[in-house]
């Protein structure tokens, strides 16, 4: 609730009064003018007494609805859960990292008959067959989209993701798998699989078409952007096309590891002008200082261009995968902003604020 407040004062003839003849605390712009009470005080002025008259109004703030930067016009969440999910069939299951990479990435592409409406960015859950230790079906899991809305046969009836099959030896010494994943990375075409959702609005993609939409993405987190990327290059739609410029940073341990390389390759030669590519291979490359090149190590390279585009109002920061490498993006900006007198946790809640910065972490 907004409050205007006006005094008028009154006082004798005096040259040695300090007394404003009239003050206002907020801008007049603000102040209703609707017939109110008048309300009547005296105060002390040194020795002298002063009559104040005061009116005071109240006026409820107009409610200002917000516009979403984002693609979410018609955005639906949730239409399938748990107790009855839409059964759909793999369609495609291949893996798609090489046989001496650290751990196996499936890519897998599932019918929804255009029963399930995601958008880019979204995210889907999956129901593993079987029951868990206690009897009770398994826990649902989510997992980033990695088709466009067109799906990867164009027509809106599929739906594909990038996973990778846990793996992994406990305290124990005994070997671990991931229920889902290898669930999933095990799928034979025409196998039933289970799903919810689509669920989630914080990956949605920008709708300016002529953004900067920086993407930013460990292992498996490269799905959402795959999703961007094909809407971007790959398809023609009549009502969006992309002018901006795409740049996606990719870091993964090894070349074997690199996923849907050739597309995005393919992508840079459709649109040299528009997408920029850089990938950091943690275990074969380094920068020069000989440090390990991750995700952070390679944008450090370009830190002063970053920190230039971030002070635009249509740069777009998308960041999906590991933690950890947000810590180390944070250490890169905050630095550069501290040089110009800004501080970096205040500018980045901004960002947020605005939907320039998303994150989706694991």
Not at 190 to 204: D, H, R, S, W
Not at 318 to 323: E, F
Request: with cysteine; charged share 25%; proline share 4%.
């Amino acid at each position: 609730m907004a409050t205007a407040v006006s005094a008028a004062v009154s006082l004798p003839s005096s040259k040695s009064t300090s007394f404003p003849t009239r003050t206002s605390i907020i801008s007049t712009d603000k102040i209703n003018f609707n017939k109110v009470p008048l309300y009547y005080r005296n105060v002390s002025g040194g020795n002298r007494l002063v009559s104040i008259r005061a009116q005071v109004t109240t006026e409820a703030p107009a409610k200002v609805e917000k516009i979403s930067k984002k693609q979410d016009e018609g955005v639906i969440v949730n239409k399938f859960r748990p107790k009855e999910p839409y059964v759909g069939r793999c369609l495609l299951n291949t893996k798609i990292t090489g046989d001496d990479a650290p751990g196996e990435t499936w890519h897998m592409v599932f019918s929804t008959e255009g029963e399930v409406p995601y958008r880019e960015g979204q995210s889907i859950g999956v129901i593993a067959d079987g029951v868990d230790a206690n009897g009770k079906p398994h826990k649902l899991r989510l997992y980033s989209i990695a088709s466009s809305a067109l799906g990867d046969f164009g027509d809106s009836k599929t739906v594909s993701l990038c996973v990778k099959r846990l793996v992994y030896t406990n305290d124990k010494g005994e070997e671990v798998k991931g229920v889902c994943s290898n669930f999933l990375c095990d799928l034979k075409p025409g196998a039933e699989v289970k799903i919810t959702g689509p669920v989630g609005k914080e990956m949605l993609m920008p709708k300016d078409p002529n953004a900067t939409v920086i993407m930013l993405a460990t292992g498996t987190g490269i799905a959402p952007f795959r999703s961007f990327l094909w809407k971007m290059f790959f398809e023609k739609h009549e009502d969006y096309k992309f002018n901006g410029t795409a740049w996606l940073f990719l870091g993964v341990p090894t070349s074997s590891s690199l996923l849907y390389k050739e597309e995005f390759e393919k992508m840079k030669e459709k649109a040299p002008e528009n997408f920029r590519l850089d990938f950091a291979v943690s275990r074969e490359q380094t920068n020069e200082k000989g440090e390990k090149m991750y995700i952070q190590t390679r944008m450090a390279q370009y830190a002063e261009e970053l920190w230039t585009l971030l002070q635009k109002d249509n740069t777009f920061i998308y960041m999906c995968g590991l933690k950890g490498m947000e810590q180390g993006i944070d250490d890169i900006m905050s630095a550069l902003a501290e040089r110009d007198g800004i501080v970096w946790a205040d500018y980045k809640k901004q960002l947020k604020k605005a939907e320039q910065w998303n994150v989706e972490v694991y």
